[in-house]
């Protein structure tokens, strides 16, 4: 079919960034592609810099199921989160949201700003609550493109998530518990204390800004891609159907007298009260900030038990729970793969060479920019924030205290690089198209015309700011 050219009202960004999705679409793989691809591409980086193949291999194996956890935390982040955001009351909230958008330039840009905010908060509830919510936007706004849409919904994972409250690598710095003994070692030598606080990362007024300037600029950038009249793709036009967020309530079935215990609240209440005393014990007792108690785990818990109550009987959280289940489909058969391709970095001396080509061309003026390009090339293999920052830490800071360039806000610069490596391959996008229904190639066209705005951006700030600090 031949490429209609775009309408006069369509900017220079809103048409490179239909070039990209028309090149994605044509071109790219699907999720699980780019993962195999990317192990073939990871091996033969190692072989070029003169790893052992052999050394190769046994990472990789090693590396597959090293994953395990977090796999079944993020597919339970998926369940979790979507059994949460269709309960009634939840979705209430994201249905009468959904409504204030009226034009396909405003949803696609309310949805970018909405999926920011939400993922600074908490990148898991994030990804499902941003989805479900263009899910829904798109079926309200007529005429706007539905590809653009789950791109932004997305977008908070490629942006300010990681400078937000549920940030790993600041988080891990700040907890004794959470951050292993040799990144202890490493930061103490710099500062005599092997601690790094919130308050000198994601709390510095460098990195608060940091994250505001980001965000305007993706906000800005969201307006500009989207893409009007006949260039629009509706969810229609991709063979989505979408349905209502809110159903009719069926009336409750008599049933038999066994049918009770799963059609009654009172159990819902029960272990609802049970899982908050838990977790209000848990917090309190936290060392340090509370913050540092809240893990995937934590997440997760928090997740189950506010749809356990929200559904109110149980019987429609088990409904919920099958219906969000096959969402959890690619992560369950993709994650052990980028377990894989992490473990042919992470256990070789691939992650070491790459650092030290990184820091033998340094300087203090040049370093963070660097080091934000770094995390963000090995983001793309290895797209684990907090099992990334283990690797990165030691050298990452060790590197820091020699140029004498401040602890904490290598850490910024981190967690800006490592997001913005979420808007070029699909790991952090699967949720989000699970629930959208959409394939990665349907939206990475958006996602990269993004990432070509805000990776300057960030390139940009950390230099500059690095400027306003002092050693260490």
Known sequence: MATRSAPPSDNLLARIALRFTAFTERWLP???????????????????????????????????????????????????????????????????????????????????????????????????????????????????????????????????????????????????????????????????????????????????????????????????????????????????????????????????????????????????????????????????????????????????????ILHWRPHRLVTAVREGAPAAAGVLLQFPLYGGIFGMIAFTGLSATIAGWLVDISNPVLYPALIAIYSCVLGVFVPSGGSKWVIEAPYVLDAANQLQVHQGWMVVVYDLGEASANLLQPFWMLPTLAVLGLKARDIMGYTFAMFLVCFPTVLIVVTLFARTLSFP
């Open 30 to 308: 699907d999720a699980f592609g780019f993962v195999l691809v990317g192990t073939v591409i990871v091996l033969l980086l190692g072989l070029a810099t003169g790893q052992s193949p052999t050394a190769l291999i046994d990472g990789w194996g090693k590396g597959v199921w090293s994953l395990v956890t977090f796999t079944l935390q993020m597919a339970m982040i998926i369940i979790g989160g979507y059994a949460l955001a269709t309960a009634r009351p939840v979705a209430r909230v994201i249905a009468w949201l959904a409504t204030i958008p009226r034009t396909p330039r405003a949803a696609i840009t309310f949805t970018a700003a909405a999926s920011m905010i939400t993922s600074y908060l908490n990148w898991a509830f994030s990804l499902i609550f941003a989805a479900i919510l263009a899910k829904e936007i798109a079926r309200l706004v007529r005429g706007v493109d539905y590809r653009a849409l789950g791109a932004m919904a997305f977008l908070g994972l490629g942006t300010v998530w990681a400078q937000g409250l549920s940030g790993s690598a600041a988080l891990q710095v700040a907890s004794a518990e959470s951050s292993p003994k040799a990144v202890q070692e490493v930061i103490k030598a710099g500062r005599g204390t092997g601690l790094i606080p919130l308050t000198e990362t994601i709390f510095l007024w460098q990195g608060i800004v940091a994250t505001l300037i980001v965000f305007v600029v993706a906000v800005v950038t969201a307006a500009l891609i989207a893409p009007s009249g006949e260039r629009a793709k509706t969810a229609a036009d991709l063979g989505i159907e979408l349905k209502p967020l809110i159903s009719p309530l069926e009336a409750e079935p008599k049933g038999r007298p066994g049918d009770w215990l799963e059609r009654s609240p009172v159990f819902s209440v029960l272990i609802f009260a049970i899982g908050a005393w838990y977790l209000v014990r848990h917090f309190v007792n936290a060392t340090g900030s509370p913050l540092n108690a809240l893990d995937l785990n934590t997440i997760n818990l928090i997740l189950l038990l506010l749809a356990l």
